[in-house]
Structure formats: structure tokens, C-alpha cells
């Protein structure tokens, strides 16, 4: 391959992908680093997403609150032995 081929074919390569950062929203900020920037459909499914996720996890934090307080709970476990106990030995 002599040089000028190479040069071509550098160039081709680089077009492609700017055609290919420019098709899929790609850009740079400020600090050089990629970003993507969508549409803005895609921005709202995404924000859509991000709230949905947020409300999950919110709701999963406070299931492990709850399930961290009754496995530590050792006089309220002692406590509702007894009460089944009691329950059962009422029939």
C-alpha cells in the first residue's frame, strides 16, 4: 500500500465515523468527553425511565427497611412466637 492509499483510506475511515457519531446524536462537551444527545422522544422515554426506576428503588429501600427491622427485632420476634403460641393453643 503505498502512501497516498494510506492516506485515503484514513480519511475514509474517520468520515465514516463521523457520519456514524452524527447519526446516532453523538457530540463532545466542553471537557471533551461524548455525549449522547438524542431526540427528544428519546430524551422523554428516558427521563420517563429514570422516574419509573427512581420510584422502584425508592420502594426497594423501603421493603429492606421493613425486613431489616424484622429480622433485627428480637424481642418483637420473641413476642409473636408467643402470640402464635397462644393462637395455637386456643383451638
Given amino acids: ?47 420517563a425511565d429514570n422516574a419509573r426506576l427512581r420510584d422502584e428503588i425508592r420502594a426497594l429501600k423501603e421493603r429492606v427497611q421493613v425486613l431489616e427491622r424484622v429480622v433485627t427485632d428480637t424481642e418483637g420476634s420473641v413476642r409473636l412466637d408467643r402470640e402464635i403460641e397462644q393462637l395455637r393453643d386456643k383451638n
Fill in 1 to 47: 500500500m503505498n502512501p497516498f492509499e494510506m492516506v485515503v483510506a484514513i480519511i475514509v475511515i474517520v468520515t465514516i465515523g463521523s457520519v456514524l457519531k452524527a447519526r446516532y446524536g453523538i457530540h463532545k462537551d466542553r471537557d471533551g468527553n461524548e455525549v449522547y444527545r438524542g431526540n427528544a422522544a428519546d430524551s422523554a422515554a428516558t427521563a
